[in-house]
């Protein structure tokens, strides 16, 4: 039973414009969601969070998005740059233990 | 202040043999997790500690797979014997509250 879920294994995009990542959830009981970045051979790096209780947090080019009657949340960045390129994991949680999307790769075109 | 060491980088096995993964925390954070991360899904927790006791382990294959943190710093995690469908990067984190900061991960190969 996956409780997060990252319907796009991929997206590509050219530099200079948005990127946008999406991400579902089943469980309303959760209440911290967070965005990681991972590179090959790397761990995921920690990218932006939002708790619960907002509905945006932002971070630079970075922001998150959350519509919890949807149980959606999304990242934007703007303006895209090719070192984004990375594969995106979007996580939930509650009581500090944390389920993960399968990821969207992003691709940054320059 | 140093990240998450994992060691090994790379492993490679046969069926049935056994394996050891070894982690070290960034200093001071209590929580420390174990995920298997099979390619192209996201991160499955497979145990979770609070200091040197269990707080998750329900995803923990605990017929072949076992975890300790003795002292609460330093955990091992053990596969014993390995299957093939133990094929995955096994990633070490640790918070100290909220948020998770993530080591580089084993990547372990049964064949």
């Known amino acids: 039973d996956q409780q997060v879920k990252q319907n796009s294994p991929s997206l590509s995009v050219q530099e200079g414009r948005i990127s946008i990542l999406n991400c579902d959830y089943t469980n309303s009981m959760f209440d911290y969601f967070l965005w990681y970045k991972k590179y090959p051979a790397e761990g995921p790096t920690f990218l932006i969070s939002i708790s619960s209780i907002k509905d945006k947090n932002e971070d630079g080019r970075f922001t998150v998005f959350l519509n919890k009657s949807a149980k959606h949340l999304s990242l934007h960045i703007v303006p895209s740059q090719p070192g984004d390129s990375a594969v995106y994991f979007c996580a939930a949680s509650r009581f500090n233990k944390f389920y993960f999307g399968s990821g969207t790769k992003l691709n940054v075109k320059p | 202040e140093a990240g998450v060491a994992q060691s090994p980088r790379y492993k490679i096995i046969e069926k049935r043999q056994s394996v050891a993964f070894w982690c070290n925390p960034i200093s001071g954070h209590a929580t420390l997790y174990w995920y298997q991360q099979i390619l192209g899904q996201g991160p499955k927790l497979l145990i979770q500690f609070q200091n040197n006791g269990v707080v998750d382990d329900s995803q923990l294959p605990k017929d072949r797979f076992s975890a300790e943190r003795l002292k609460g710093v330093d955990s091992t995690l053990k596969i014993q014997p390995a299957k093939l469908e133990d094929s995955a990067v096994y990633l070490c984190?640790?918070?100290?509250?909220?948020?998770?900061?993530f080591g580089p991960g084993t990547r372990l190969t049964v064949t």
């Open positions: 984190a640790s918070s100290p509250s909220g948020g998770q900061y």
